[in-house]
């Protein structure tokens, strides 16, 4: 564990110490904070008996909560603090979900505290829905920082789902840095380490009905320091897209109108330039496809890129993650209890294909995290599905509702 002297501004003391008991022992990291863009085509059943308790599972979010809030405390703070474990009174304060963070507060322990709270209020959402409670995971990386990993697999509802937190710091090698110069080429190119900071959610949903689509949902923050601790840089990514298996067109059309909806109360001009960005990022070359029907992608937003100040960044950040549960909810709401067949099992099997193939192949999150030493592989694939399928040279039907996906995935559509 790092010193006060070798990482100033960075510093993790008492609460690993004093959390050890609930902590993993695997390490992990950040989802890869770079962008790579691709061009498309312009556009044109358990029992209920099954179900866990309820205090077991939030009783370790709580701990992990506890974790992560001391986490981010001891990483936004000059003096290392050494923290016993929390009071009642402390713990009822800590599941109000506050964790300190004060508008004054400096951006990292307010993204961290941030996160937090949306973890958990997603969670008991899905919860709510599913009616099964979600793994949760508390785990620390030996090299700086840790999360909370909350999954369930085969519930009613959801074959898999996934909602992750990560708060890690350390330092970046040289290659790493390299591939950030190229969209922050103020970093100085002769540094053979780089000391950062990231704080990010996760999720992905896969529901088991085949009418019911896939979602996935990113937001993060990341910060980079100068040798002698001082802050360098900042940025902010994120997003969301949806991936259906049989299209409704009204679920993407409420899908997007809730993104834009979020964008346009900060700037109207972030929604069809992140829209864009996310045709451009979750496309497969190899199949001339898109995986979805997008949403929105953005990368590297900072005061240049975005023509906004940190604080209003940060606001419109929040704005997205909060439309989550409004943008899908309903959706769920309408397809969970459709029937099928399965025939439509087995086009659901065969997307959830394309999916695998997109995020093992070309999603530079899951590649950086793989090629990182010591990487939480178990937290890095929770985006992949539980069961997918590759049949040889598959065609669809002409005419059918499989053929109508595809030639919607191969021109983007503006669905507002």
């Known amino acids: 564990m790092a010193t006060a002297s070798s990482r100033p501004c960075l510093l993790l003391a008492g609460p690993l110490r004093a959390f050890k008991p609930a902590l993993g022992t695997r390490n992990s990291t950040a989802r890869r904070p770079f962008a790579d863009l691709k061009t498309p085509p312009p556009p044109r059943r358990r029992d209920s008996s099954d179900r866990q308790g309820v205090w077991a599972p939030y009783l370790r979010m709580f701990v992990g909560v506890v974790f992560v809030g001391t986490l981010v405390y001891s990483m936004a703070t000059d003096t290392p603090e050494a923290l016993e474990a929390p009071s009642p009174a402390v713990r009822d304060t800590l599941q109000k979900l506050e964790l300190g963070a004060a508008p004054e507060s400096s ?131 994120g997003g969301t897209d949806l991936t259906p298996s049989y299209l409704f067109e009204e679920d993407a059309t409420h899908f997007h109108q809730t993104i834009k909806a979020a964008c346009d109360t900060y700037n109207p001009e972030y929604y069809p330039r992140f829209k864009a960005w996310c045709d451009k990022y979750f496309y497969l070359p190899h199949r001339g496809e898109a995986r979805g029907v997008g949403g929105i992608f953005f990368d590297d937003l900072d005061a240049g890129t975005a023509h906004a100040d940190q604080e209003q960044i940060f606001a419109f950040v929040q704005s997205c993650l909060r439309s989550f549960l409004p943008s899908y909810v309903p959706i769920i709401e309408r397809r969970k209890h459709m029937p099928f067949t399965e025939g ?69 559509v503006e669905w507002v």
Not at 118 to 133: D, F, N, P, S, T
Not at 229 to 237: D, E, I, K, L, V
Not at 344 to 359: A, C, D, M, S
Not at 372 to 382: C, D, H
């Open 107 to 237: 951006m990292r322990r307010r993204m961290g505290s941030f996160i937090v709270q949306e973890q958990m209020r997603i969670v008991r959402a899905l919860e709510e829905l599913e009616g099964k409670q979600f793994r949760i995971d508390t785990w620390k990386r030996d090299n700086g920082g840790g999360g909370i990993s909350c999954v369930l697999q085969e519930g009613d509802l959801f074959e898999k789902a996934g909602v992750n937190i990560s708060v890690v710091h350390g330092s970046l090698p040289r290659p790493a840095i390299e591939k950030m110069r190229v969209n922050h080429p103020a970093i100085d190119p002769n540094l053979e380490s780089l000391k950062f900071f990231a704080a990010g959610l996760s999720l992905v949903l896969h529901p088991q009905n085949p009418k019911a689509p896939t979602v996935h949902l990113n937001y993060r923050y990341f910060e980079t320091f100068k040798p002698d601790g001082t802050p360098a840089a900042w940025w902010f990514g």
């Open 344 to 412: 439509e099992k087995r086009w659901q099997q065969l997307r959830r294909g394309r999916y695998v193939e997109f995020n093992l192949v070309h999603d530079r999150g899951t590649s950086f995290g793989l090629n990182t030493p010591n990487a939480r592989v178990e937290s890095i694939l929770m985006s992949l599905p539980l069961t997918a399928r590759w049949e040889y040279m598959h065609q669809p039907k002409k005419d059918s509702r499989e053929e109508k996906l595809l030639k919607i995935l191969r021109e983007p």
